[in-house]
């Protein structure tokens, strides 16, 4: 059911300032952080210290910006409404964040792409990603709490898109500090937040179809394992039109497969008796 546009305007201008706030402390954080490698203090190798610090930032953020009218595990996505829903939406995400990576290095490959020369062996791999996996999903938590829990509901009379789409964009800019103070090449950065940008809506719709940001914790997790380990044990250098033309392949396919997830899930509570949305209201 979509939000009137009177109440959803009236409900997006009670929740301007606290958006703002909440952009405004994570993104201090990430920046405060990133300072000391954009002056030199720590070199680019010490940056897995920073980066689990920075991802605590969302999740501050929300905590203080919040309502206090419900229980902070709430206001943040961290409660489970439905432990059938959260298990489709982690089905949903382990064949989203294996299948995507696949076709990307299909087309690559397709397009001409050397094979990786210092590829892990398979074996290698089977061990290493679930236990990176674990490992990111923890990470992942702070940042989920803020992105796709609190700020998914502050936004979501926007609509999905509009909603997802904005957030995706707000956390690639939350991300630009320590892009910047790396000093990636443009072309390496733009693929990096654009693709944090394309994937945002994957993410919130696997938050939409299980009502928890849990579901979007293993995702993320997924993102910086399995995705990981695919796109750069199989493909090696690539010159830049193919590297130009895998980024813009995948873009393309992380948004079609967030819209299938979310039809989906749309689907799903449409035909199951009973069902309720995150507010506790019969689906309509």
């Given at each position: 059911?979509?939000?009137?546009?009177?109440?959803?305007?009236?409900?997006?201008?009670?929740?301007?300032?606290?958006?703002?706030?909440?952009?405004?402390?994570?993104l201090?954080?990430?920046?405060?952080?990133?300072?000391?490698f954009a002056f030199g203090a720590l070199p680019p190798e010490a940056v897995g210290l920073a980066v689990p610090l920075a991802q605590l930032s969302p999740l501050l953020a929300a905590l203080l910006v919040r309502r206090r009218g419900a229980p902070w595990w709430r206001?943040?996505?961290?409660?489970?409404?439905?432990?059938?829903a959260l298990g489709i939406a982690a089905l949903a995400a382990i064949a989203a964040f294996v299948m995507v990576p696949l076709a990307r290095v299909l087309i690559g490959l397709g397009a001409g792409a050397p094979p990786s020369a210092d590829a892990l062996p398979?074996?290698?791999?089977l061990l290493a990603v679930p236990a990176v996996l674990v490992?990111?999903?923890l990470f992942a938590i702070g940042e989920e709490a803020g992105w796709r829990g609190w700020l998914h509901g502050e936004l979501r009379p926007l609509g999905f898109w509009p909603m997802s789409l904005l957030v995706g964009v707000m956390w690639a800019v939350w991300h630009a500090p320590i892009v910047l103070a790396l000093g990636l090449a443009p072309r390496e950065a733009i693929s990096y937040l654009g693709t944090i940008v394309a994937v945002a809506p994957l993410l919130s719709a696997l938050r939409e179809i299980s009502g928890t940001?849990?579901?979007a914790v293993l995702g993320h997790g997924l993102l910086n394992s399995a995705r990981v380990a695919i796109e750069q044990n199989v493909l090696g250098a690539l010159e830049p039109e193919t590297a130009w033309l895998l980024d813009l392949s995948s873009w393309a396919l992380w948004l079609a497969v967030a819209a299938a997830v979310l039809h989906l899930g749309t689907r799903r509570r449409a035909t199951t008796p009973g069902a309720v949305s995150e507010a506790?209201?019969?689906?309509r």
């Open positions: 059911m979509s939000t009137p546009p009177a109440v959803a305007q009236s409900v997006l201008a009670h929740s301007l300032r606290r958006v703002l706030a909440f952009l405004g402390i994570a201090a954080v990430s920046t405060a952080l990133s300072l000391p206001a943040l996505a961290l409660g489970v409404p439905s432990w059938r398979l074996s290698s791999l490992m990111q999903s940001a849990w579901a506790g209201l019969p689906v």
